[in-house]
């Protein structure tokens, strides 16, 4: 069995596009918990996940660490008052005892032999961080794997964009503010292609019509930005196929005036 860390460790994060700075905490847990005693099934949890204690204003302060709080460990730690040890530990005996009492109820109910039940093993991995800051804004990017005993794990990626300013999360269209919906869409689907010909290369016999569920491609509320302009995401099945992964479409900012 792994230790379980519970760590609180400081830490400084400099925006390179403006003199302030974030402080932030860190959150780590890793640990594996068995099934029950003995069990070679197990329950993998690592969480790293920064927190800013100064970098924003003061008063700001807690609601962008609530917005982290809720986006990594759900809207049951939105007002979660207690240490980042307290935070750690209660998403850890939560998550560990959905996961005991699921598959122990699993098992009775389909009468099967620990042995030969291939859904036992689940894994949760989260990650979260700030990135590249660009003017008064900043990216925080969320990355979470799942796997709860299927065929595969789920990978989601997250980023969030905070006015250091006011410490309010910034939605694309304050970024872009003469853009409309359509158009956006529109450049959407026309750059759609511009991060996965890198992942498809030169693969014969694909095209956008086979990758894509739809011709129109809604503007996501998950985006990140930077001096080139921004940049949107979309986990898998919101465009395509699961093999196609978490898409990202870029669009410069010569087209979003």
Known sequence: MKRILLLVAAALFALTSCTQEIKTENLKLDEDIPLHEGSVNHLDLNLDIDFPTAGFPKEALEEVRRTIRTQTLGDNYADFTGSLQDLAQSWRD??????????????????????DAPFLNWGYEYRGG???????????FIDQYEYLGGAHGMSVNTPLVFDTKTGERVEWQELAP????????????????????????????IDETDIFFSETVEPSPWFSVNKEGLTFYYQPYDLAPYAFGIITIPVPWSELK
């Open 130 to 140: 700030f990135g590249e800051a660009y003017k008064q804004y900043v990216n925080y």
């Open 94 to 115: 939560a998550i560990a005892d959905d996961y005991v009492t699921t598959n122990t109820a699993m098992l009775e109910e389909m009468e099967m032999e620990e042995q």
């Open 178 to 205: 003469g853009v409309s919906v359509a158009r956006m869409s529109e450049l959407l689907r026309q750059h759609r292609m511009d991060d996965l010909q890198d992942m498809i290369g030169d693969e014969e016999g």
